[in-house]
C-alpha cells in the first residue's frame, strides 16, 4: 500500500513539473479579457492607436465578440495616413491597412482564440492561440515538432509573444478609455 502511494505522489510530481510552465496563466489573459470587455461595453469591434513602444508603429484589434481577439502591430510607411485615421475614429481601416500595406518584416500579429490570453498549450477539444512575426508563424497547439522547433524554443517564442501582446493590449486600452 505505502509503495502504490507513494508511486502514485511522484508520478503526480512528474505530472505537475512537466505541466507547471503550460499551467501558468499568460501575461496577457487580463488585459485580454478586460479588453473584449471594454469593446463590448462601447460598442466597437476594432480599436487603434500609435504605438508608444516605437516611431511609425500602430497597433490594432479587430474584436469577434465572444470568439476571438485578432490583434495586429507593424510599421506603416505612411503614418501620417494612420494618425489622421485613429484622429477619425476609422479604427477599422487601420486595422485593414496595417493587415495588407504594414512595414516588411515588421508585422506581430495574434490570433488569441477565446479572448483569453495568448496560451502555450491548447484544452482538449479546443483551437488554438498563434502568433506571426516578422512572417513566421508559430501555432501554440502544443506541437512544437511539427513546427520543427524544440520545446525550448517553442517556450520561447510564447514568453516573447505573450509579452509583445500584452503590450500591444495595454496601449489599446489605454487609447479605448481616452474616448
Known amino acids: 500500500m505505502k509503495v502504490l502511494a507513494r508511486e502514485a505522489l511522484v508520478a503526480l510530481c512528474v505530472i505537475g513539473w512537466s505541466g507547471g510552465a503550460y499551467a501558468q496563466e499568460p501575461k496577457s489573459a487580463a488585459l485580454a479579457k478586460e479588453l473584449a470587455a471594454a469593446l463590448t461595453a462601447a460598442k466597437l469591434d476594432t480599436i487603434a492607436t500609435k504605438d508608444p513602444a516605437g516611431a511609425d508603429t500602430f497597433i490594432a484589434v479587430l474584436y469577434i465578440p465572444g470568439f476571438q481577439l485578432l490583434t495586429i502591430g507593424a510599421k506603416y510607411s505612411a503614418p501620417q495616413l494612420l494618425d489622421a485615421r485613429i484622429g477619425k475614429k476609422e479604427y477599422r481601416e487601420v486595422y485593414i491597412d496595417l493587415q495588407s500595406s504594414a512595414s516588411p518584416g515588421t508585422k ?60 500591444m493590449l495595454a496601449a489599446l486600452l489605454a487609447q479605448l478609455k481616452k474616448g
Request: a negative charge; zero cysteines.
Open 108 to 167: 506581430v500579429f495574434v490570433e488569441d482564440l477565446g479572448m483569453d490570453g495568448l496560451r502555450a498549450k491548447k484544452e482538449d477539444n479546443q483551437g488554438f492561440d498563434a502568433v506571426e512575426t516578422s512572417g513566421k508563424r508559430t501555432m501554440f497547439d502544443n506541437e512544437w515538432r511539427k513546427q520543427q522547433i524544440t520545446e525550448p524554443e517553442y517556450m520561447k517564442i510564447h514568453a516573447a509573444a505573450d509579452e509583445r501582446y500584452s503590450q
